[in-house]
């Protein structure tokens, strides 16, 4: 590594992705040049960690307990790094020929962070595709150029002096929603780049993403209860039957309104449901137990 600071910085986080961290890299590794510094933050069990050492000899690799999620781990390679700017994004993704200079040409502008478009393998299977539809809906292609409230952490870059300044909102893992709340309150704005494109791959077995749902919606939860106090916590509470529902009518909106994969969707659908459920039992005990 370079001794002198490097301009622009991506951090990969990967947690068992043997099957999807080589194409990952070589999509990335082009992308990279002397201004750019490229780190991989692994945790995982499944032999990436072998594939890492034997395919990319030469990456910066930092390894984390097991236990560690996603959000822990880009906050370990956020910390690490040294750019100006930062990207995130897992290794279960695999980016297009040109997202590092898309991400940079975005970056270039007013906002603090600037996400892209997540479309899935077309080779996925049921249970891919219901992964895709419940994380990276939102951000099916095509989207829409222009500010927006949310982009999604596994295709992001932000400005070091932005996320710098709000680092106590990460300090326990970079919960993408959580800081993207502190930069609004600190005024600064989202920017959402259809051309920054990456292609989500095989990232959890069924029982590892009901394990991550649930986790996760607990976490949210939590955050939640900090913001709404004892009263609203329970109302919420009170709420959450309705929480599956919501947030499949928002699923199926986004592929009606975009006329694309609606076999995949009418064929993942119970597991999506699924983990949807996982995500409202964890959210629940995670907003009535609160801030503890």
């Known amino acids: 590594m370079s001794s002198t600071a490097p301009r622009w910085s991506i951090v990969v986080a990967s947690h068992d992705a043997r099957a999807s961290v080589a194409e990952c890299l070589e999509s990335l590794c082009p992308q990279l040049d002397s201004e750019t510094e490229l780190l991989v933050v692994d945790n995982s069990t499944d032999g990436t960690a ?12 930092l390894h984390l307990p097991p236990s560690a999620l996603i959000p822990e781990l880009w906050a370990a390679g956020i910390r690490a790094s040294r750019g100006e700017a930062v990207a ?29 478009a997540i479309d899935n393998d077309p080779h996925g299977s049921a249970a891919d595709w ?36 709000c680092a106590g909102a990460w300090r326990d893992g970079f919960w993408e929603a959580t800081v993207h709340a502190a930069l609004r309150q600190a005024g600064e704005r989202l920017w959402l780049a259809p051309g920054a494109l990456i292609r989500h ?56 309104r975009k006329r694309r994969h609606g076999k995949q969707l009418a064929r993942s659908a119970p597991l999506l449901l699924a983990f949807l459920l996982a995500w409202t039992a964890g959210e629940l005990i995670g907003t009535v137990r609160g801030p503890t």
């Open 50 to 61: 072998e594939v890492l050492r034997d395919r990319f000899p030469t990456l910066s690799v």
């Open 88 to 116: 995130l994004t897992t290794a279960h993704c695999v980016p297009s020929e040109h997202w590092a200079a898309t991400m940079r040409d975005a970056l270039a502008g007013p906002a603090a962070g600037v996400g892209g």
């Open 130 to 165: 219901a992964v895709y539809f419940c994380r990276y809906a939102p951000y099916m292609p095509p989207v829409r150029e222009g500010f927006v409230a949310e982009i999604a952490g596994d295709n992001a870059a932000y400005k070091r002096r932005a996320i710098d300044a």
């Open 201 to 256: 791959k095989h990232s959890f077995d069924v029982a590892g993403f009901l394990r991550q749902r649930f986790v996760h919606g607990m976490r949210y939860g939590r955050d939640r209860g900090r913001e709404i106090g004892i009263g609203g916590r329970w109302l919420r509470a009170l709420a959450s039957p309705l929480v599956p529902a919501v947030l499949l009518f928002r699923i199926v909106r986004q592929v009606r």
